[in-house]
């Protein structure tokens, strides 16, 4: 039987099937470059001065040795409480306790494809992530929390990368002489089981802080039933035009993230919601409904594939008031043209020294990050692009060790990327009020800025909408793709 072309449908047939296997292969060979390319990822320390403050996520510290008697400079809008004087290890130990989410392999296949890593391109995804997790830090364990054992993280520096990424090579390469699956983090050196039974009263709010922590991470872990993990992002994702290996903006990963905390099934996660602002402004009648609604489609008796959350002797953080939930607020900006104007380096500065914010995911051109912190004229962060094996957080006793972050990152403001997400959480309607009042202060612009990067409005967005005959996916642009469209929108940029 011959086809319209004149070849036998067979023949045709065939070249679609070796096609396939071609793309396939195609397909395996770059995601094994990448992991190869990101397992051996050398960069050099970071350096930081002694005579200029340091900001993390609402947290001041300053560098000068205790026998300097010299006042040191004042901390940007910073409290007293704050301030820390000469304490580097504090500061060491309050970034190690971040969540640090990187690229990973050996995990699953993503759904609608064979991926089996996300390196290469899933570095907005994993710098969400990161945002998210602090998000839930704030919310389950306050920002003073820090981890028992993030001072005994070993540094990544280049011995270390250099002689883990060379064993897991070799170890891949025998694997695919042998046939036999590479061994991944989950089956060696695994912490050992919490105790259940702690003694006094501190020792057994360490225990449930404990219970907090390893139950959050276990919700970004790299299975399709984590209720925040990459497969369920990408699940997400396909809903909006973006595939897996589909390179994601920060504006697009906002909404991502919304729909993955709205539809989290976990009763752990039934106290907070998302918001995510429409053109750069934030409706306060819309926070406030959030706020106060119930999520549709939540019982109390639905079951969780995570680690149940303790039920007693929760923190104090972690129990808002009745029929009030938090929200983490999401706000999608472009702070430039071609580049970052450099008049909102200090709006920045003034973002990332409030303790309610979130960070911001953004990064350099063809680099996604998630910017915590500055000190003078750099940001600090933490980077995604450093591939880890697969983690199984089903086990209780799962590692730890390979979701937080040794070693800081510092780059100039005048490489950041103009476009990004900013958020900030906020636990209950009263705190949001206080959050609109004190960044309504922070967005007045200057005599040179003549916009501010974002509003706050009151009343609902669909009071201002003029588009009101438009589709839901049109409303959203140029922050939401269509899945038939072609062209990528002003909300994206290149990320690798």
């Given at each position: 039987m011959l086809c319209?072309n004149g070849?036998?449908?067979?023949?045709v047939?065939?070249?679609?099937?070796?096609s396939?296997e071609v793309?396939?292969?195609?397909?395996?060979f770059l995601?094994v470059?990448?992991?190869?390319?990101?397992?051996w990822?050398l960069?050099?320390?970071?350096?930081?001065?002694r005579n200029?403050?340091?900001?993390l996520l609402?947290?001041?510290?300053h560098?000068k040795?205790?026998?300097?008697?010299?006042?040191?400079?004042a901390?940007?809008?910073a409290?007293d409480e704050?301030f820390?004087?000469g304490?580097?290890?504090a500061?060491?130990k309050?970034?190690?306790?971040?969540l640090?989410?990187?690229?990973?392999?050996e995990f699953?296949p993503?759904?609608g494809?064979?991926?089996?890593?996300?390196?290469g391109w899933?570095?907005?995804l994993?710098?969400?992530?990161?945002?998210?997790?602090?998000?839930?830090?704030?919310?389950?364990l306050?920002?003073d929390?820090?981890?028992?054992?993030a001072?005994?993280?070993?540094?990544?520096?280049t011995?270390?990368w250099t002689t883990?990424a060379?064993?897991r090579?070799v170890a891949s390469?025998?694997a695919s002489l042998?046939?036999?699956?590479s061994p991944s983090d989950?089956?060696s050196?695994p912490?050992?089981?919490?105790?259940?039974?702690?003694?006094?009263a501190?020792e057994a709010?360490a225990h449930?802080?404990e219970m907090?922590?390893?139950?959050?991470?276990s919700?970004?872990?790299d299975?399709?039933?984590?209720?925040?993990?990459l497969?369920?992002?990408v699940r997400?994702?396909?809903?909006?035009?973006?595939?897996a290996?589909d390179w994601?903006g920060?504006?697009v990963?906002?909404h991502?993230l919304?729909?993955?905390?709205?539809?989290?099934?976990?009763p752990g996660l039934?106290?907070i919601t998302?918001y995510?602002?429409?053109d750069?402004?934030?409706y306060?009648a819309?926070?406030?409904d959030?706020h106060?609604?119930p999520?549709?489609g939540q019982?109390?008796d639905?079951?969780?594939?995570?680690?149940p959350?303790?039920?007693n002797?929760q923190?104090a953080?972690a129990?808002?008031?009745?029929?009030?939930?938090?929200?983490?607020?999401l706000?999608?900006?472009?702070l430039?043209g071609?580049?970052?104007?450099?008049?909102?380096?200090?709006f920045?500065?003034?973002?990332l020294?409030?303790?309610?914010c979130i960070?911001?995911?953004?990064?350099?051109p063809?680099q996604?990050c998630?910017f915590?912190?500055?000190q003078?004229?750099?940001?600090i962060?933490m980077?995604?692009?450093y591939?880890?094996?697969?983690?199984?957080?089903s086990?209780s006793?799962f590692?730890?060790q390979s979701y937080?972050?040794?070693?800081?990152?510092?780059m100039?403001f005048?490489?950041m990327?103009?476009?990004?997400t900013?958020?900030f959480?906020s636990r209950s309607v009263?705190?949001y009020?206080r959050i609109?009042q004190?960044l309504s202060k922070?967005?007045?612009?200057?005599?040179k800025?003549?916009y501010?990067?974002?509003?706050f409005?009151?009343?609902h967005?669909r009071?201002?909408?003029?588009?009101?005959?438009l589709?839901?996916?049109?409303?959203e642009?140029?922050?939401i793709c269509?899945?038939?469209r072609?062209?990528?929108?002003?909300?994206?940029f290149?990320l690798?």
């Open positions: 319209g070849f036998p449908a067979s023949l047939q065939m070249e679609n099937n070796g396939d793309e396939k292969l195609k397909t395996k995601s470059w990448h992991n190869v390319k990101y397992s990822a960069k050099p320390k970071t350096s930081f001065s200029s403050p340091v900001l609402g947290k001041c510290y560098f040795a205790e026998d300097d008697d010299s006042v040191p400079e901390c940007y809008e409290s704050d820390v004087m304490n580097v290890e500061f060491r309050d970034f190690a306790s971040r640090w989410l990187t690229y990973r392999e699953p993503l759904p494809s064979i991926l089996t890593s996300d390196c899933g570095c907005m994993r710098a969400g992530q990161m945002m998210l997790a602090q998000a839930l830090t704030l919310h389950f306050g920002r929390w820090t981890w028992s054992e001072l005994t993280l070993q540094p990544l520096d011995e270390t883990t060379a064993k090579l390469l025998e042998q046939g036999s699956p989950h089956g050196s912490l050992p089981q919490t105790q259940a039974a702690p003694g006094s501190e709010d449930v802080k907090y922590h390893r139950t959050l991470v919700w970004f872990g299975s399709p039933s984590a209720q925040l993990g497969h369920r992002l997400l994702g396909l809903t909006m035009g973006k595939q290996g994601y920060p504006a990963v906002a991502i919304k729909k993955a905390v709205e539809e989290a099934m976990d039934a106290g998302a995510v602002s429409q750069c402004t934030v306060s819309d926070v406030v959030c106060r609604a999520r549709a019982t109390s639905e079951t969780s594939d995570a680690p959350l303790p039920q002797d923190p953080s129990s808002p008031l009745p029929d009030d939930r938090a929200v983490i607020i706000i999608p900006v472009r430039g071609e580049k970052t104007n450099p008049e909102y380096f200090d920045a500065k003034g973002i020294s409030l303790e309610y960070g911001i995911i953004g990064g350099k063809k996604a998630y915590v912190g500055f003078d004229d750099s940001l962060y980077d995604p692009h591939c880890q094996s697969f983690v199984d957080v086990t006793d590692p730890l937080h972050c040794p070693s800081p990152k510092k100039p005048s490489k990327d103009p476009s990004c900013i958020g959480y009263q705190d009020e609109r004190e922070v967005l007045q612009p200057s005599a800025e003549k501010p990067a974002f509003t409005v009151q009343g967005g009071d201002y909408d003029l588009s009101a005959g589709t839901p996916e049109k409303k642009w140029p922050f269509d899945p038939r072609t062209v990528t929108t002003a909300g994206d290149v690798l």
